[in-house]
């Protein structure tokens, strides 16, 4: 209640204060008074401190924007040339150095590695066992001597013992043999020893199967009989398919490498015993003798179904195809592929295609390192040492390295994990836990680290890991499983806390003025991101479900220490007061430009990898440090003018302005924010902490446009400045207001109810400072008359009329630039109707009262013009009043008639419309009653007298009225004045056959047009000649012109029968108003009653005329188009039968001609007495002031 009460009396000052306008209409300024008289060294100084405050509070408001675009230039600069800033590595990310020994044992495991090389090699790879050495010479730092040890080690070491491994997943397209069209398919493979053949041709004849054979029985065993293939293996049967899928998996020692074969088979299983099931019971047979026994039953199997057309046993599987794979013909990366099925001799029919992963390994490596370690171990350690080596020799751009190696370090990593037997998995989770730790001492390219983590993601799937079977007991591959998965969670956990040690630092290392920086930081995100989101991450780190947490944590922990360093940087405790708030400037304009960043660059990539709100988490801690550390400081500043009695210097209001538009500034980011973080910001309100030093800095505001206004008058010579009609003082004048109401803009005060005070304030200063302004300008003119010629004095006093218009025009807007119709709202909602209507009083009341004191300014330096011409004007009434009557009107009149011919040319040449038409109309006043005095001085005269003032008067209301261009005929016939009846002059055509022929050219000319760029409109005429009743059809318009501000219009159609004087009884018909459209659909119906005899002219016409509508002023023309009444009127057009309703509709392009570039025009105008004629041009004189408005 007590805050209403205050705003009323407020406002009751307000008003009480708007009412001082009017007093100070004749006594000069105060002594005290800003305005008064100065000194001129005094008054130059004065001058110079305003240009210089209005010349920083034009900086100030420009700084927001300049400090954006100087982040956008300082951001292009460094987009291609400047590096990323160092990373900051901690100490304890970075591992130990591996020592001699284990190099030495490392380098052995290498050597051990290209020594034992098996496998068709890729193009990429390196076959030079010399190049290889060579290489690992580097990469191990290692000398010839002790390299020639280690290798002379490795050759007498035991070779390694190879391994195959075979996945059978599935086949297609296989032979049906069963009756029912389909087969029971299943797979019999094994190994056939030393089958290499000695050339491709005898590889091509040589035909194999599981058979014994002699020559090497006496070679490999002493026994009397011997298993023919190793490890004879079989797979499930597939019941009832074409297309069988196993997915099953098998290994097979592998007694050379280079000369043994992998065999397989692919039968129908027919019965219960079969060569199915003697495989499977191979396993079960203890001693060769029982081995050789259930061969024999295989082979016979397989001699009874040699061929397909010769009958076989009852029983017997049949067989379906075969696939022979010679060891060595394997890849080093092993095969995954599909081959095709061959028969086992001519006489077999097969067909399809069986899918077959192999690789081979070994299975026994004899190096010191392989019998203490895990091979994962291994071949971690090799990677790392080679990673080290590679990277320490990019020269180009280390930082943005894509980790790919050298063709020497690849061949030896590819056959050290086939040798050793990784899988896809193990080898990417190596390579992900190598390259993530290398990149914690020596950052590498985020690109490289978020493709691995896909590699890791695509091999999780235990079923996409194929043939990985395990080779040890169940509790040792349990234990190295665990190891394992620790390993890869120690390596997810300590890249994020590295990477989160980066976000914490992220404006020194990822600074937006480097692009490079920008993207690095973005892969890092997204790397990061797709980490927490990876199944290996949730399954090896599943307390670590919450990472968005742990990144929130980090940005607001660097946030919190990047403003720590910046208030460090400044020190805004130190120093006085006024220095205080200047470095609290620098402060939040660090903060702003950071936000800005934020919101700009950061948080899109914040939110797009990891959906962590970046700009919210820093804007809001931001803005919560900002404000308490300003409110304290405001809190200081409020004390200090309370002991110094109110006091404030012009400097300390400056930077208390700049303070205030740079939180308004900082404050500004919340419409980013989302709605619910929007509330209760520590910002909100800070408008609060300004209250009083925003008023006092009002009143330093006001003081330096007095100072400015005075300075202005003083070197005005008041002559019009290039272009317009007015000089130099109200120019500056209008510019000072101008940047007043900037300010009060910028400030944009938020406290609507509170705002009015400020409101009124400003209002009262616009207002008395130009009304000081007209003053001085009038006090000026009266003291430079003495000494001045006639005609330079009342050039003077037209630009000083034309100084005050300036002004008053300007501040006309007031209402609208200072939204006094949201202060009446915003006070209505808190005081209710009476608060609205005191805010209504107190504001307008003072723009009325500086209305009043303005006109009286142009009142007085009126008067001084019409006093100026005076004695002239008395000379040449007295000369009509007694010239003869021999001398005929015009000669008499002449004198007078010149005069005032210069001295309009003059005043038109000089005047603004408006000052024109008032001294116009002063002077035609100051006329009528010199001549009324003359004529009521002369009573009783004769006749002549009076028809020579008559005459006087005639010419001069057609000379001030000067065609319509000057004074109307309504303001002009008034008082004194007694009309005359307009003289017809002579023409061969009377007013209505002029206005018949104007409307034949404009049908004329409206069949000529096609296209205009003034729009179309298209209607449908018909006539019911029995009822003589003309419908009209408006549908619709497209094109129109564009006439309001936003770009569109509000158009409407006027249609009436012309000319008026055939259709005396027709009133014009309008369509509705259309808004905010170029293309407006109307649809509209109008009749007029049309005679025979009417329609029968030729002028007969419609005419169309859009209208754009405007509430506000007159409305705008914006196009019109005629149709003749005989083209849907006369009998025997289409329009015009009982079948006129169906008729199609046309189009009339609009045109939009000038009326006075048409002859008939000038006649029309010349006849003043035709009422008609004057009516006819008045309306197209209209039309035509609309277009030259637009």
């Known amino acids: 209640m007590t805050t209403l009460l205050d705003l009323k009396s407020s406002v009751l000052r307000q008003v009480q204060r708007s009412q001082s306008l009017r007093s100070r209409r004749e006594p000069p300024p105060t002594a005290g008074s800003p305005l008064t008289h100065c000194p001129e060294p005094l008054a130059r100084r004065f001058s110079e401190e305003s240009m210089e405050f209005f010349e920083r509070m034009s900086t100030i408001l420009q700084k927001q924007d300049n400090m954006l675009q100087a982040a956008q230039a300082e951001s292009q600069r460094g987009a291609c040339t400047v590096p990323p800033p160092q990373e900051h590595v901690d ?49 191990f730092d290692m000398g010839e001597e002790e390299h020639d040890i280690i290798l002379q080690k490795v050759q007498e070491s035991k070779r390694a013992t190879f391994s195959l491994r075979v996945s059978v997943l599935k086949a297609k397209n296989l032979l049906a043999k069963d009756a029912n069209g389909y087969s029971d398919p299943y797979c019999m493979l094994g190994i056939l020893v030393g089958q290499s053949p000695r050339d491709p041709e005898e590889k091509k004849e040589r035909k194999f199967s599981f058979r014994k054979r002699k020559d090497k029985l006496e070679k490999r065993s002493s026994t009397k009989e011997a298993l023919p293939a190793r490890c004879i293996q079989v797979t499930e049967v597939k019941p009832e398919t074409l297309n069988p899928v196993w997915d099953e998996h098998f290994v097979f020692e592998v007694d050379d490498v280079h000369s043994d074969l992998l065999h397989l088979d692919i039968w129908d299983h027919d019965d219960d015993v079969s060569v199915a099931e003697a495989c499977k019971k191979l396993n079960e047979v203890s001693g060769l003798r029982g081995m050789g026994r259930y061969f024999k ?18 029983n017997a599987d049949d067989f379906l195809g075969c696939i022979n794979i010679f060891l060595n013909e394997i890849p080093v990366g092993g095969f995954d592929t599909w081959f095709k099925l061959e028969p086992r001799s001519s006489a077999s029919k097969v067909q399809g295609e069986c899918h077959l992963i192999l690789k081979v390994f070994t299975s026994q490596r004899d190096t010191a390192l392989s019998k203490r370690e895990s091979n994962v171990s291994i071949h971690k350690k090799l990677l790392s040492q080679i990673v080290e080596h590679e990277h320490a020799h990019v020269k180009r751009e280390p930082y943005n390295w894509n980790g790919q190696v050298s063709p020497p370090a690849w061949t030896v990593l590819t056959h050290h994990a086939v040798q050793t037997d990784l899988t896809r998995l193990q080898q990417a989770i190596i390579r992900w836990q190598c390259y993530s730790g290398h990149h914690r001492t020596q950052r590498v390219c985020y690109s490289l680290l978020l493709r691995l983590l896909r590699a890791i993601d695509a091999e999780w799937d235990p079923p996409s890991v194929r043939g990985d079977l395990p080779k040890t007991s169940h509790s040792v591959t349990r234990d190295a499983s665990c190891v394992q998965e620790r390993q890869l969670s120690d390596s997810f956990r300590l890249y994020t806390e590295h990477c989160l040690c980066l976000m914490k630092n992220m404006r020194q290392v990822f600074p937006c003025t480097s692009a490079a920086a920008v993207t690095r930081y973005e892969l890092m995100l997204r790397g990061i991101g797709y980490m927490q989101n990876m199944r290996a991450f949730k399954t090896v780190c599943p307390l670590r479900n919450e990472l968005h947490l742990d990144i929130t944590s980090a940005v607001k922990k660097g946030t919190s220490e990047w ?24 402060v939040v304009d660090a903060v702003c430009t950071d936000v800005q960043r934020a919101q700009n660059i950061y948080n899109k990539l914040f939110y797009g990898a990891v959906k962590v709100d970046f700009f919210s988490v820093s804007y809001r801690q931001l803005e919560k440090l900002v404000a308490d550390d300003v409110n304290v400081a405001m809190e200081r500043l409020c004390g200090t003018l309370e002991q110094e009695s109110s006091r404030l210097s012009q400097t300390m209001g400056e930077t208390v302005f700049e303070l205030f538009m740079s939180l308004k500034s900082l404050k500004s980011f919340q419409e980013f924010l989302p709605l619910k973080d929007a509330k209760m910001l520590a910002l909100t309100g800070f408008h609060n902490w300004f209250k009083s030093s925003i008023h006092k800095f009002l009143q330093i505001v006001h003081d330096r446009s007095c100072d400015r206004i005075c300075k202005a008058v003083e070197s005005d010579k008041i002559e019009a400045v290039h272009q317009v009609r007015h000089s130099s003082s109200a120019l500056e004048v209008t510019s000072c207001f101008r940047q007043v109401r900037d300010i009060w803009l910028q400030l944009a005060w938020p406290d609507s109810a509170g705002a009015f005070i400020f409101v009124t304030r400003l209002t009262d200063n616009f207002c008395s400072e130009a009304v000081c302004y007209s003053e001085m300008l009038t006090r000026k003119i009266e003291r430079n008359q003495l000494g001045r010629d006639h ?9 000083a009329l034309n100084n005050v218009e300036h002004v008053r025009v300007f501040l006309g807007h007031l209402p609208r630039d200072l939204d006094w119709s949201g202060v009446e709202r915003a006070m209505e909602e808190s005081c209710g109707a009476e ?26 330096l009126i008067a001084l013009l019409t006093d100026k011409m005076l004695p002239e004007l008395r000379r040449y009434i007295q000369h009509i009043s007694l010239s003869p009557d021999s001398i005929n009107n015009d000669d008499a009149v002449a004198p007078l008639m010149k005069y005032l011919q210069d001295t309009v040319v003059v005043l038109t040449d000089t005047l603004v419309k408006d000052n024109l038409a008032r001294v116009l109309q002063s002077l035609w006043e100051l006329l009528l009653r010199m001549i009324l005095d003359s004529v009521t001085e002369n009573r009783g005269v004769q006749v002549e007298f009076y028809n020579r003032f008559q005459y006087t008067v005639e010419t001069l209301l057609q000379f001030l009225h000067d065609k319509g261009n000057g004074l109307s005929l309504e303001d002009m016939k008034s008082g004194d004045y007694k009309a005359l009846e307009e003289e017809l002059k002579l023409n061969k055509c009377s007013s209505f056959e002029l206005i018949e022929q104007y409307y034949l050219e404009k049908i004329s000319l409206q069949k000529t047009l096609k296209h205009t760029r003034f729009g179309r409109i298209s209607v449908k005429c018909y006539y019911d000649a029995p009822e003589q009743r ?23 159609v006027i249609v009436e029968l012309c000319p008026h004087h055939l259709f005396p009884l027709a009133k014009s018909q309008r369509t509705q108003v259309k808004l905010k459209t170029l293309h407006p659909v109307f649809d509209e119906l109008f009749y007029f009653h049309v005679s025979p005899e009417q329609y029968r002219h030729r002028f007969a016409c419609l005419t169309f005329t859009v209208m754009d509508y405007d509430w506000l002023s007159t409305n705008d023309f914006a196009g019109e188009a005629v149709a003749p009444l005989s083209d849907f009127c006369w009998p025997g057009r289409p329009n015009a039968t009982a079948a006129g309703k169906s008729v199609q509709p046309f189009i009339l392009h609009l045109s939009r001609s000038k009326p006075s570039e048409k002859p008939i025009m000038g006649l029309l105008d010349a006849r003043v007495g035709d009422r008609e004629a004057q009516e006819f041009v008045r309306r197209l004189k209209e039309i035509e002031k609309s277009m030259e408005e637009e």
């Open 91 to 139: 100490q304890a990310f970075i591992p130990d150095r591996i020592s001699r020994t284990e190099l030495d044992l490392l380098y052995e495991e290498a050597v051990y590695t290209v020594v034992n090389r098996v496998g068709v090699p890729s193009p990429e790879h390196v076959t030079s066992d010399e190049d290889l050495f060579a290489y690992l010479l580097k990469v």
């Open 297 to 314: 039953q295989i082979a016979k199997s397989v001699r009874a179904n040699g061929s397909s057309s010769s009958g076989s046993e009852e």
């Open 563 to 586: 403003y720590e360093s910046l208030v460090a940087q400044h020190k805004p405790e130190d120093g006085s007061l006024e220095e205080q708030l200047k470095k609290l400037v620098l």
């Open 791 to 799: 005609k330079s004095f009342i050039v003077q006093l037209c630009v």
């Open 835 to 860: 608060g609205k209507e005191q805010v209504y009083k107190a504001l307008n009341g003072q723009l009325f009262n500086m209305d009043l004191d303005l006109q009286r300014e142009a009142k007085r």
């Open 1030 to 1052: 003309l419908t009209v059809e408006i549908l619709h318009a497209a094109d129109i012109m564009a006439l309001d501000a936003n770009g569109l219009s509000d158009p409407f």
